[in-house]
């Protein structure tokens, strides 16, 4: 079936059901920290090292805001700031250790939640939803892409 042959309702009803199940598994994480602070550690697992500027923009709180969380953040030995080699006047704000094992413990308990789940399902909706995941892989892609913006 060809995009234009979709039902045209598809759209918005898929995006429902993306945006229920996206905000349900939120609720379900453990709230040891603001979802700010864990979307702030996993964009910088994603990325690398970003500049606060940068991190403000892509998790959509003002600067002062970014600062003041990743001094918490760096308090609490999950990021540390970095100079910028190619430019003494950045500082780059990078991940420690214990901030990339506390972000694959969240991943992966977000995993396990869902595999519990999807162990209820039909063997033809498995099925559907191994069909779905070039969809939506690429569909994660670029929403990313959409809400990081270039990397610097």
Same mark, same amino acid.
């Given at each position: 079936m060809s995009r234009e042959d979709a039902d045209p309702d598809a759209p918005a009803a898929i995006g429902a059901a993306l945006?229920?199940?996206?905000?349900?598994?939120?609720?379900?994480?453990?709230r040891d920290m603001s979802l700010t602070s864990a979307a702030t550690l996993a964009t910088l697992d994603r990325t690398g090292p970003r500049r606060i500027g940068d991190l403000a923009a %892509?998790?959509?709180?003002?600067? +002062? *805001?970014?600062?003041? /969380?990743?001094?918490?953040?760096e308090e609490s030995g999950l990021v540390e700031r970095w100079g910028d080699a190619s430019d003494k006047r950045v500082t780059l704000v990078c991940l420690t250790?214990?901030?990339?094992?506390?972000?694959?413990?969240?991943?992966?308990?977000?995993?396990?939640?869902?595999?519990?789940?999807?162990?209820?399902?039909?063997?033809?909706?498995?099925? %559907?939803?191994?069909?779905?995941? +070039? *969809?939506?892989?690429? /569909?994660?892609?670029?929403?990313?892409?959409?809400?990081e913006g270039p990397k610097q």
């Open positions: 945006y229920g199940l996206a905000t349900r598994a939120v609720r379900r994480l453990p %892509a998790e959509g709180v003002t600067q +002062p *805001a970014m600062t003041a /969380l990743v001094r918490v953040m250790e214990a901030g990339a094992s506390y972000v694959r413990t969240r991943r992966q308990a977000g995993i396990d939640a869902f595999e519990r789940l999807i162990g209820e399902l039909t063997g033809d909706e498995v099925e %559907a939803l191994v069909a779905a995941l +070039p *969809a939506l892989n690429h /569909l994660a892609e670029l929403e990313s892409q959409d809400r």
